[in-house]
């Protein structure tokens, strides 16, 4: 049974819609004792194509103001029962990722971790490179895809977890690279 792991909502079990593909126990707890180090004030955590939203629940059980964004409509009826169960208060935004990224940008929207699972089925590095582009985590925060291990991207901190990997990319340097 997938639960949260950590925070204010401990052990809250979530219920995982048919389309999901949640994060496995031991990415979870590695990327948030990270996050825990790195970010001691927290700030605004985005999961984008959150499913379950095993990872964005945790972030707002952790601390973070999160938004979560989904377009299946089973698994928005999950993240707004999950959140109510574990008595989190999240942002839930019902459409597609393409969609909510321009629409982020157009209102100047500001994010301390902006984080990605898409479907394995899609073009990760592209849909990657979409959120990059439109530079919406703030300085001094990070961009973060999951992907399988067999997929190398061209920049970023590699982290390996079994068949899953996550690379975090620094918002300065994506900001460098424009310059």
């Known amino acids: 049974m997938l639960r949260i792991l950590g925070g204010t909502a401990k052990g809250v079990a979530l219920k995982v819609p048919e389309s999901a ?9 590695a990327l948030f004792d990270y996050l825990r180090f790195r970010y001691p004030r927290r700030g605004s955590f985005l999961d984008l194509y959150a499913g379950s ?4 629940l945790e972030a707002a059980s952790e601390g973070f103001t999160t938004t979560l964004v989904e377009k299946d409509r089973q698994a928005i009826q999950y993240l707004r029962e999950n ?24 209102q100047g929207l500001r994010f301390t971790v902006a984080f990605m699972a898409p479907p394995y089925p899609h073009d990760l590095l592209q849909d990657f ?13 990070l961009y973060i895809l999951q992907h399988p291990t067999n997929l190398t991207l061209p920049m970023g901190d590699r982290r390996e977890y079994g068949f ?16």
Do not use: F, H, M, W
């Open 53 to 56: 939203g095993a990872i964005g």
């Open 21 to 29: 593909r949640p994060s496995p126990v031991r990415l979870r707890k």
């Open 83 to 106: 959140a109510s169960k574990a008595r989190l208060k999240v942002r839930i935004e019902g459409v597609a990722v393409e969609r909510y990224l321009l629409d982020a940008k157009r």
């Open 129 to 141: 490179e979409r959120l990059l582009e439109v530079r919406i985590v703030e300085p001094d925060g």
């Open 164 to 179: 899953n990997t996550i690379t975090l990319v620094e918002a300065n340097a994506v900001a460098d690279e424009t310059k």
